[in-house]
Antibody, heavy 122, light 111 residues
Framework: EVHLLESGGDLVQPGGSLRLSCAAS????????MSWVRQAPGKGLEWVSI????????YYADSVRGRFTVSRDISKNTLYLQMNSLRVEDTAIYYC???????????????WGQGTTVTVSS | QSVLTQPPSVSGAPGQRVTVSCTGG?????????VHWYQQFPGTAPKFLIY???NRPSGVPDRFSGSRSGTSASLAITGLQAEDEADYYC???????????FGSGTKVTVL
């Protein structure tokens, strides 16, 4: 069974840093693109970043570019999101998502983790 | 402000048919990018519901269907059931933002 398990969420002060992890199992981790999607309290879904299957191509939402970095360790089947210069507006549940499809522009998000909560507050 | 616009809520009686619209523009749905749909129950992660406009993943009941035309897409639920009460989100790609974008979300209520 395909499974994603996030960890690393915490309460952090504005300007601080945090690293989220996502442990993947049940599929060939290195052959799929992976994304992070977040959901602020009571709000809708917002795509944050994607790591393509090559492992070397990464893309980010304007709201996090320059502050967040997505990476992976294939030997550990784990996806990471390094978050620096955190802001109050980064407060959200962060979901790790497996991407499905043959075409980058038409990827769907077929498997979601249960999410990990990041709270940015003084 | 979401790039894709959905009605905040729709409702219907059990057994009825409801539709959820998703309106975009020429840089996303109108540019031909696929639309996907997700279902989310309170306190849980979203679930993959419809992909590439019309396709259902295995395990999704056939009362859920999707369509796309022009700059819009729709999710239809026929034979509405109490267990379908949830939030529904559409998603596509936007070339002007170089980003995956979501709709604002629609709460479906079963009366």
């Amino acid at each position: 069974e395909v499974h994603l398990l996030e960890s690393g969420g915490d309460l952090v002060q504005p300007g601080g840093s945090l690293r989220l992890s996502c442990a993947a199992s049940g599929f060939s981790f290195g052959t799929f693109a992976m994304s992070w999607v977040r959901q602020a309290p009571g709000k809708g879904l917002e795509w944050v970043s994607i790591l393509r299957s090559s492992g070397s191509n990464t893309y980010y939402a304007d709201s996090v570019r320059g502050r967040f970095t997505v990476s992976r360790d294939i030997s550990k089947n784990t996806l990471y999101l390094q978050m620096n210069s955190l802001r109050v507006e980064d407060t959200a549940i962060y979901y790790c998502v497996k991407m499905k499809g043959m075409d980058y522009y038409n990827y769907a998000m077929d498997v979601w983790g249960q999410g990990t909560t990041v709270t940015v507050s003084s | 402000q979401s790039v894709l616009t959905q009605p905040p809520s729709v409702s219907g009686a059990p057994g009825q048919r409801v539709t959820v619209s998703c309106t975009g523009g020429t840089s996303n749905i109108g540019a031909g990018y696929d639309v996907h749909w997700y279902q989310q129950f309170p306190g849980t992660a979203p679930k993959f519901l419809i992909y590439s406009n019309i396709n259902r993943p295995s395990g999704v009941p056939d009362r859920f269907s999707g369509s796309r035309s022009g700059t819009s897409a729709s999710l239809a639920i026929t034979g509405l059931q109490a267990e379908d009460e949830a939030d529904y989100y559409c998603q596509s790609y936007d070339s002007s933002r170089s980003a995956y974008v979501f709709g604002s979300g629609t709460k479906v209520t079963v009366l």
